[in-house]
């Protein structure tokens, strides 16, 4: 019998973990016996991290342009686990996406606490995006881009998931109209579909069809997920004093601004910085009008429209936009 009374209480807590599943506590004691010692470079798959930066050509600067990409799509997956939280947050959803019904009451300070995330990892990814607007060469980018066509950041899939998660369909097009129509139609309406039109034919570019054929199917899955779950719904669904809490809205207005103008804007200086020319302007890669298409004042999109006033949104994104062309 052990004499160290915690170690023994230790086990049988452990014996009665694996009995209740049916399994041997032996067998696992053995197992941890054996087992070698985690190591940092294991629990964070360092060496393949490490690998999964394959550059096309042999300029330096193209890893930069890899790795900033990849860190994007990180930040973009700790937002989306912030806000799935608030999505499943009130409602009892099966395993199989089944709508069973409310749970209990979405609380109020979960939304502030992971709102207040949210807008922290986007403003990294805004105040770091200058490592794509002053951190490549411009010669090199004009060349090592030529080999990566037609695959453009417009195909961020997570990004289009940040925003089916976050609001409405109709706040992400702008053919509305009075008449019912399908998730589908509304879907091929959206405001990026619109923007990845050929300059010269008017058709679908090459780079649209791709991402359509890897993940239509997928985003209409989770756009008809969410049309009751998405982040603007969740805060319609408050109780009225809950939706008039002072920090909620503003920080769910920070929120708006800093996905649909500040992180786009962050984004557009470096089309300006490397596709902007005197006289003509390089080709996108995606084949888009992209300075029609990108500049937030243009798009105007904004996931909580009532938040804002009539003169708010008249004038959405047009100072920062204006600050920059002058430039
Ligand atoms: C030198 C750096 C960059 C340039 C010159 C650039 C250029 C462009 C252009 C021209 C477009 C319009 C679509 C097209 O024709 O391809 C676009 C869209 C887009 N890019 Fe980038 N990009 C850069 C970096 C990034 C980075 C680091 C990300 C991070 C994932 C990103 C994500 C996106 C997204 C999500 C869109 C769609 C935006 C929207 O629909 O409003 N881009 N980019």
Redesign the pocket.
């Known amino acids: 019998m052990l004499k160290d009374k915690k170690l023994t209480q230790k086990i049988q807590e452990l014996s009665k973990k694996y009995l209740a599943t049916g399994q041997d506590i032996y067998s696992f004691l053995d197992g941890l016996l054996y087992s070698d010692y985690m190591g940092y470079w294991d629990y964070i798959h360092l060496d393949t991290l490490l690998t999964l930066q394959t550059p096309k050509t042999d300029f330096p600067d193209e890893n930069i ?1 890899i790795l ?2 990849q860190i ?2 990180l930040y ?1 997956k700790l937002c989306l686990l912030e806000i799935e939280q608030i999505n499943k947050n009130g409602k009892k959803i099966a395993e199989n996406g089944q709508d069973l019904g409310w749970n209990h009451k979405l609380k109020v300070d979960l939304f502030i606490k992971k709102m207040k995330r949210i807008n922290r990892y986007l403003k990294q990814l805004i105040n770091s ?1 200058n490592i ?2 002053e951190g ?1 060469d411009k010669d090199q ?1 004009l060349k090592f ?1 030529m080999s990566l066509l ?1 695959s ?5 899939v997570q ?2 998931m940040i925003e089916l998660r976050s609001t409405s369909l109709e706040n992400l097009h702008h053919n509305q109209t009075e008449e019912t129509k399908s998730i589908e139609t509304v879907f091929n309406q959206l ?2 579909q619109m ?2 039109n050929d300059l010269d034919s008017g058709e679908k ?1 090459y ?1 649209l069809k791709q991402f359509e054929k890897k993940y239509k199917k997928r985003l209409l899955k989770l756009a008809n997920r969410m049309q009751n779950l998405n982040l603007l719904s969740k805060y319609n669904s408050l109780a009225e004093e809950d939706k008039k809490n002072k920090e909620l809205i503003s920080l769910i207005k920070e929120y708006d601004l800093n996905i649909n103008v500040n992180w ?1 804007l962050a ?1 557009y200086k ?2 300006v ?3 902007h020319m005197k006289k003509n302007d390089i080709a ?5 009008n ?1 300075q029609q ?2 500049p937030p004042k243009f ?1 105007k ?1 904004i996931f909580f429209p009532k938040l804002w006033t009539n003169k708010e949104k008249e004038n959405w994104g047009k100072k920062w936009v204006e600050s920059i062309l002058e430039k």
């Open positions: 342009f900033y990409h994007t799509e973009f995006f794509m607007t490549m980018f881009r037609p453009s950041g417009f195909q961020s990004y289009r405001y990026w923007g990845a570019t780079t786009k984004h470096s089309a910085k490397y596709l996108a890669t995606g084949g888009t992209w298409y990108l798009q999109i």
